[in-house]
């Protein structure tokens, strides 16, 4: 079974920085996580589902403009990982993050990735 689990979220103030991981299992990962493109989504209520951050198979990096300079995308290949760093944080952050997966970076980017996390809830109070 392929499950992308993230974890990391939770209640900050404005300023305060998390960090989210996202753990790839199952058969379909072992041995084969690196040549994943990974991203990180964020969809806040009753608004679309954004894209935050690809990080592909050969580490090639892509951020949102809204986080850029604030966030870092992350993978670690040998725990089949990728983290989002997330610093100075803004009410405008608040969304659920969920992370996904796919071998081919332009499905990531179409929002048409073959794998998906639950997501994990990021909330920023002013």
């Known amino acids: 079974q392929v499950q992308l689990v993230e974890s990391g979220g939770g209640l900050v103030q404005a300023g305060d920085s998390l960090r989210l991981s996202c753990v790839a299992s199952g058969r379909t990962f072992t041995s084969t996580f690196s040549i994943y493109g990974m991203g990180w989504f964020r969809q806040a209520p009753g608004k679309q589902r954004d894209l935050v951050a690809i990080?592909?198979?050969?580490?090639?990096?892509n951020y949102a403009d809204s986080v850029k300079g604030r966030f870092t995308i992350s993978r670690d290949n040998a725990k089949n990982t990728v983290y989002l760093q997330m610093n100075s944080l803004k009410p405008e952050d608040t969304a659920v993050y969920s992370c996904a997966a796919d071998t081919l970076t332009l499905r990531l980017r179409n929002y048409a990735a073959q794998y998906w996390g639950q997501g994990t809830q990021v909330t920023v109070s002013s």
């Open positions: 990080i592909s198979s050969s580490g090639n990096i």
